[in-house]
């Protein structure tokens, strides 16, 4: 998972500090320099604030696609919807929710539970699913309609 660049991409294409960032997330600056850095993962709900405010899509962030934002992409995940489509996915896959639990390294537990929409995908899973399964994960978290493959992921060059 590679996301942390293109955060620190973002972030300096706006002439924004990592403070003006933590300020944003109502965190400590030392909290989002983690995220930045990648030393921890950045909890799926700052994630989805960072994307409304930079107007980019997960997949985006995530290096999945270069289009930045999606027509009609809402701001707000919805863990109904995103319980339902993991569920379809994972049905599409011919998975048990063991067997995707084990590919994705996780508890069988927290399949069931995101898919009764009781907590949002985390982060990591999210990123994951997406990899493996060429899926959206826009799509897979609800914020947009349309359901959309997504390419290998590429290793963008940043010129500094």
Known sequence: ????????????LYE???QDIADVLKVARSTYNQYEQQYDIIPIKHLNHLCNHFKVSF???FNFTKLKRYQDEIDKIDTKISGERLKE????FNLTQSRLAKKLNIANTIISEYETGHFPISTATLYS???KFNISSDYLLGK????ITIE???ILT???
């Open 1 to 12: 998972m590679n996301y942390g660049m293109k955060l620190k991409d973002l972030r300096d």
């Open 16 to 18: 924004l500090t990592q």
């Open 59 to 61: 997949d985006y962030v």
């Open 89 to 92: 996915l994972r049905k599409e």
């Open 129 to 131: 699913l997406s990899d």
């Open 144 to 147: 947009i309609d349309e359901k």
């Open 152 to 154: 290998e992921p590429t």
């Open 158 to 160: 940043y010129n500094y």
